[in-house]
């Protein structure tokens, strides 16, 4: 007997049907004499039925507003889900974010858990009960609701596996688990039994969308055990852990990352304190940037032009263009790019990796606009029709290159 | 300056353009210089389309969960609210029904409201924000979310009226008041300027689906002055409180209810105690009794024939069946009937009310099945499909027969 917390997204509760699918899954496992607590998220496209209904009132509305608005989506999802398993027989319980005890901070849209106060989730554990909890959701000090920001539900369940030292924390998805890259795009593309937090990290972060990045972190920092695997197929998926048996593989996968968005700011005056008031306002607007390239311009001056996800890249052109140093100056913004990774271990040892990645991009006559390393991956930026053609390629490259 | 609260229903807000009407009347009276707390239903038919949800994974799901699912649709309607004050540049924040302090006893479904802790309404309205409440729901003793039952929001509205001290509750509906008769089906139909807590209570009870019965006696009860009006036509409407000017009308209006099945328990033995066995188990279930009716039946027997609301039907003939006496007995549900009723504070000194009501029937042609007076009202159960002609008949009799 083991106590799991199991996530389900929302294309995992999507209709009716597949509520009772998970409701099944949930209830084998419980029937096979765990404890379980099942994270849920909101319903298919719910949260962006939510948000188009917002923009079409207010396109600018406040983000409590929209933290209030959007977690109604998994207020439906658990109420249903716990429906379902109610017909099955078991006894369920399900509880929003709050009742669960998700403390977060202030920031809306974008909240970080500050502690989970798990009474209530433990009480009904102890009578048996399955619970079900609203993930990506919590609430601050003054008692408004909070959203953990898109994908936040990977984030609910292991934060409460960690909280409740559960024995593993399983995020059903819809697909087998992680891959060497997307397999509905790359034909070789293969299943990895085993990562390591860090490799999964950088694949979440470079959007491989199968785990929020920062469910990993969370995961790394509390040694929680994950497993990613199908709500559709019940396989085995692949385990994310702090040692991962290493394969005879150069890289762990090749990613896209399309929500992206390049912000240029041409022809600066070579002064310094410029970056540092760029960086520091969109820090604290929770803008996180991501590469950043400084380069010289014409006679003193230069261009600084970094990368932000595609969904901050309005707010980024607002706050930018509201520096006092920045007037008068072009800003541009680009959307129609992409980022393109290669993420492993095994790279580190193989100084060959970053031209095998160029050298595909090369052959495929795709244009890199902005570079960037670490000890285990490379990205490069790239036009993002260019994309899809682009992780193929490096894919191939890769896969066929184990004796580099 | 006053405190006014405004409570807007489903069809108010039903979509975009509607929440914009909505906000531009929320916004003219807080820009006039009052005090402005709003509450709201759920959008159009969001608290259906839930229910179809819910019916179509567990028909017989808990009321807990339902109260979690229903919630939800407030939950849309105030962020999207909200929203639109913000766009038009107001000072706003929206609540939960746990947000604004509306405790309530464990019944889920139909929740009594136990007291309002309004510090967090009143701390805001300080502020000079305008306040969106979510209507219909609150939150019991053990933290979990509890609904009024169906159009508790005019409840809501008329509770944090009376805990606040509000001038006035304006109760905003997709009719311009009070009528006579349901003004889309009979022609002749007249607003009504003035009417009294009780003569409203009688209609609302008896389904003019203008204003919830709880919700007008608490007003009642509180002395709320409650205005019934329209989102859509910005004419006054019709204003309920202790006494209201008499004018020459013998009734205020004919109405009919719909939400009506009655149940029949045919051939009891005629001992002691039968009737009791079966009102108080339905009363522990919270549900209603209307009409009741006991015939003498064949040597010794007798019939129990009552009506409750068609939304209980199932569960009032699971109920009943489940009655050790009743075991064997015949028990008959029909749910193709109406309820239609005439009712004035002016009927209590005019005998001769009754017959001219039955005269109408009769002219029409039109079977009675149950009969009910009180002092100010008189009831007929009839054929579902008779009730349109029985409203316009009576109230043609009626309206044609001041000289009475």
Known sequence: MALIVQKFGGSSVANAERVNNVASIVTDTYKDGNDVIV????????????????QEINPRASKREMDMLLTAGEQISVALLAMAIERIGCPVISMLGWQAGFMTNSAHAAARIKTIKADRVRSAIDKHQIVIVAGFQGINKYDDLTTLGRGGSDTS???????LHADRCQIFTDVEGVFTADPRKVPGARKLDEITYDEMLELATLGA???????????????????????LKRVP????????????????????DTNVARISIIDLPDVPGIAFKIFSRLAAKNINVDIILQSIGRQGSKDITFTVSRDNAQETMDQVSRIAELQGKKILCDTDVAKVSVVG?????????????????????????????SEIKISVLIDEKDADKAVAEIHEKFMSSKSL
């Open 39 to 54: 994270v849920v998220s909101a319903q298919g496209d719910t949260t962006d039925d939510l948000i188009a209904k917002a």
């Open 157 to 163: 369940a292991v934060a409460l596996a960690a909280a």
């Open 209 to 231: 969308q199968v785990l929020n990045n920062r469910s990993v972190e969370m995961g790394k920092k509390y040694n929680v055990e994950i497993e990613v695997l199908s709500s």
């Open 237 to 256: 998926g692949t385990i994310v852990k702090e040692t991962a048996n290493m394969e005879q593989m150069l890289v762990r996968g090749v990613t896209k």
């Open 345 to 373: 271990a095994g790279m580190e040892t193989h100084p060959g990796a970053a031209s095998l990645m160029f050298e595909a991009l090369y052959n495929s006559d795709i244009n890199i606009q902005m570079i960037s390393t």
